[in-house]
T-cell receptor
Framework: EADIYQTPRYLVIGTGKKITLECSQTMGHDKMYWYQQDPGMELHLIHYSYGVNSTEKGDLSSESTVSRIRTEHFPLTLESARPSHTSQYLC????????????FGPGTRLLVL | KNQVEQSPQSLIILEGKNCTLQCNYTVSPFSNLRWYKQDTGRGPVSLTIMTFSENTKSNGRYTATLDADTKQSSLHITASQLSDSASYIC????????????FGGGTRLMVKP
């Protein structure tokens, strides 16, 4: 079982609210990732980080932002949530990158009304 | 464009039967291929990882094969159990500076008693 945690697991909020999805890992991994996954669909990379103070945009354009102030913590923020943001958000980490296996958190299911 | 195609999209089998899931990819340059298992509402968990020089790898009742020439991989599940019901995702890593992953759409497997 990987030591990577996400909170909240489920979130239902109204349009226009600011939300932060938390992700933390205790494995000392340098690289962290955020994926978006709609039900029954493939994962899409929206953000990643090589380490502290490093953030990069992924393949799928997202209105969310991320920060990496500490190695173990990689929160994702939506300044003004919209129904189109409804999805599952998965956080992952790997020791470095490339050949290293990514370990996934349990995910946050977001529903924006 | 890097792509990973999986088949079938969904599969229903009886408990105790074997099954084989397919993955075709056009990722270049190739670095490695992973199979992940994703239970409903959870994050993916790595089952196997294979590099260019490996053509088979087992993890308990799961056996993955890789044909780098035809760019095909398969995941064989032996003596299926109810707990095997999940989505199985083929993920290919490109051997470039970004080492980004390309995810397949997954195969939804349901094992019935």
């Amino acid at each position: 079982e990987a030591d990577i945690y996400q909170t909240p697991r489920y979130l239902v909020i109204g349009t226009g609210k600011k939300i932060t999805l938390e992700c933390s890992q205790t494995m000392g991994h340098d690289k962290m990732y955020w994926y978006q996954q709609d039900p029954g669909m493939e994962l899409h990379l929206i953000h990643y980080s090589y380490g502290v103070n490093s953030t990069e945009k992924g393949d799928l354009s997202s209105e969310s932002t991320v920060s990496r102030i500490r190695t173990e913590h990689f929160p994702l923020t939506l300044e003004s949530a919209r129904p189109s943001h409804t999805s599952q958000y998965l956080c992952a980490s790997s020791l470095r990158g490339g050949e290293e296996t990514q370990y996934f958190g349990p995910g946050t299911r977001l529903l924006v009304l | 464009k890097n792509q990973v195609e999986q088949s079938p999209q969904s599969l229903i089998i009886l408990e105790g039967k074997n099954c084989t899931l397919q993955c075709n990819y056009t990722v270049s340059p190739f670095s490695n291929l992973r199979w992940y298992k994703q239970d409903t509402g959870r994050g993916p968990v790595s089952l196997t990882i294979m590099t260019f020089s490996e053509n088979t790898k087992s993890n308990g009742r799961y056996t993955a094969t890789l044909d780098a020439d035809t760019k095909q991989s398969s995941l064989h599940i032996t003596a299926s159990q109810l707990s095997d019901s999940a989505s199985y995702i083929c993920v290919v890593s490109a051997g470039n500076a970004g080492n980004m992953l390309t995810f397949g759409g997954g195969t939804r497997l349901m094992v019935k008693p």
